[in-house]
Structures are given as structure tokens and as C-alpha cells.
């Protein structure tokens, strides 16, 4: 199925599980380290350029930040309403050890008991696949994912890679996707496979 985008708006940002709205829409978690580019990535997939605040600053994003988005099912007309949710990036942030600590507790609570995430997607840098901090988030994802959520891993600024490089990682990871901030030419490939892996109707994504 091929769908397009209608409305993409902020709804509300929270700090812990307690804080978030009720879990009524299907939701779509968007996880990476810091700097992997995921306001850009989220900014793309919306077609707006400051929907989600990015920053030079890696580790900026301190809350769990909902954006509410509107697709439309091009054969059936549908509208859908899915929420996107754009978590703190891990490993870089410039915090206290007491603010990372309670950051760990409160993301771990939303990941495992929020019954209304569908997919995460897994941002990963397509310079450095290999990270021993991005296998342990799969590791740590597959310890309580349900029959009714995915993951999918997504490597950014394929752009950087060389034709060499771009196609041994299309190589090692064939089920993920590859984009890229500056080239647009996958978008709709894009936003058709996290809504399908969303909705069910595609299996995989999982390495």
C-alpha cells in the first residue's frame, strides 16, 4: 500500500511514562545515538524543516517528544492517525550522572509497558554500522518485543558512502533501509515501509 502524508503537527512532550498522552493511536518510536540525525530523519518523513528541533548540540533532546500525523491511503482514501515519537538520543549527551541515570529509567519504562508502540525504527549511521552500542539496542529490543511490534532498522547519511561502500552495506543489512537527508529520492519508499511495518501488513526488519 502506498501512502501519503495529509498533517504532521507537535502534540506534547513528556519526561516519564505517567506524562504521556493516552495510548489511543498506533505509535511509531524513533531511537538512535546522538547526532544520527533523528529530528532530520523525522523533518523528512513529515516534509517539514523544523517540526522537530534538531541541534549541533548532541544529546539536546532530553524529553519523549509526540508528533501527530495524518495519512492518507491513496487507493482507499483512509486517513490514518499515527503518532511519531521521537525519543533522547544515548551516548553522547553532557548530563550528570544522576540526569542519564533517571533518562535510563524513565526510557526503559516507556519501551517496555507503552502497549501502543508498533514499530521502533532504529536509526543507525551508515559510516559506522558496527557499533557495539546499536547491536546492544537490538539485544536489548528483542528481550520483550511482542507479536504485534517490529523493528526496523534505518542507516543515515548514506549519502557520505562511496558506491563500494553503499553496496556492501546494502550487502550486510538487506532488510533495512538506507537515507539520506540531501537525496530525496526514496521518500515515498520510505514512509510506505514504516507505515506497512506499522499496520502489519510486512514482516522483517529484524537483523
Same mark, same amino acid.
Given at each position: 500500500?502506498? @501512502?501519503?502524508?495529509?498533517?504532521?503537527?507537535?502534540?506534547?512532550?513528556?519526561? $516519564?511514562?505517567?506524562?504521556?498522552?493516552?495510548?489511543?493511536? +498506533?505509535?511509531?518510536?524513533?531511537?538512535? !545515538?546522538?547526532?544520527?540525525?533523528?529530528?532530520?530523519?523525522?523533518?523528512?518523513?513529515?516534509?517539514?524543516?523544523?517540526?522537530?528541533?534538531?541541534?549541533?548540540?548532541?544529546?539536546?533532546?532530553? &524529553?519523549?517528544?509526540? =508528533?501527530?500525523?495524518?495519512?492518507?491511503?491513496?487507493? +482507499?482514501?483512509?486517513?490514518?492517525?499515527?503518532?511519531?515519537?521521537?525519543?533522547?538520543?544515548?551516548? @553522547?549527551?553532557?548530563?550528570?550522572?544522576?540526569?542519564?541515570?533517571?533518562?535510563?529509567? $524513565?526510557?526503559?519504562?516507556?519501551?517496555?509497558?507503552?502497549?501502543?508502540? !508498533?514499530? =521502533?525504527?532504529?536509526?543507525?549511521?551508515?559510516?559506522?554500522?558496527?557499533?557495539?552500542?546499536?547491536? $546492544?539496542?537490538?539485544? =536489548?529490543?528483542?528481550?520483550?518485543? !511482542?507479536?504485534?511490534?517490529?523493528? &526496523?532498522?534505518?542507516?543515515?547519511?548514506?549519502?557520505?558512502?562511496?558506491?563500494?561502500?553503499?553496496?556492501?552495506?546494502?550487502?550486510?543489512?538487506?532488510?533495512?533501509?538506507?537515507?539520506?537527508?540531501?537525496?530525496?529520492? $526514496?521518500?515515498?519508499? &520510505?514512509?510506505?515501509?514504516?507505515?506497512?511495518?506499522?499496520?502489519?501488513?510486512?514482516?522483517?526488519?529484524?537483523?
Amino acid at each position: 500500500m502506498s @501512502y501519503s502524508l495529509f498533517k504532521a503537527t507537535f502534540f506534547t512532550s513528556a519526561q $516519564n511514562l505517567s506524562q504521556c498522552p493516552p495510548p489511543l493511536l +498506533s505509535e511509531i518510536v524513533f531511537l538512535g !545515538r546522538s547526532n544520527v540525525g533523528k529530528s532530520t530523519f523525522i523533518n523528512l518523513l513529515c516534509q517539514q524543516k523544523n517540526l522537530a528541533k534538531s541541534s549541533q548540540t548532541p544529546g539536546k533532546t532530553q &524529553l519523549i517528544n509526540f =508528533f501527530l500525523t495524518h495519512w492518507k491511503q491513496k487507493q +482507499s482514501g483512509e486517513i490514518l492517525q499515527i503518532y511519531l515519537v521521537d525519543l533522547p538520543g544515548f551516548g @553522547y549527551a553532557k548530563v550528570s550522572k544522576t540526569q542519564k541515570e533517571l533518562w535510563s529509567k $524513565n526510557l526503559i519504562e516507556f519501551l517496555k509497558k507503552r502497549d501502543s508502540i !508498533r514499530l =521502533f525504527v532504529h536509526l543507525r549511521d551508515s559510516r559506522h554500522p558496527h557499533l557495539e552500542i546499536d547491536s $546492544n539496542l537490538i539485544e =536489548f529490543l528483542t528481550l520483550f518485543l !511482542r507479536k504485534d511490534q517490529r523493528i &526496523l532498522q534505518i542507516f543515515t547519511k548514506f549519502d557520505k558512502l562511496n558506491s563500494t561502500q553503499k553496496a556492501k552495506l546494502k550487502k550486510e543489512f538487506p532488510n533495512a533501509l538506507f537515507s539520506s537527508s540531501l537525496q530525496k529520492t $526514496n521518500f515515498q519508499e &520510505l514512509s510506505d515501509s514504516i507505515l506497512s511495518h506499522t499496520l502489519g501488513s510486512q514482516i522483517g526488519g529484524l537483523q
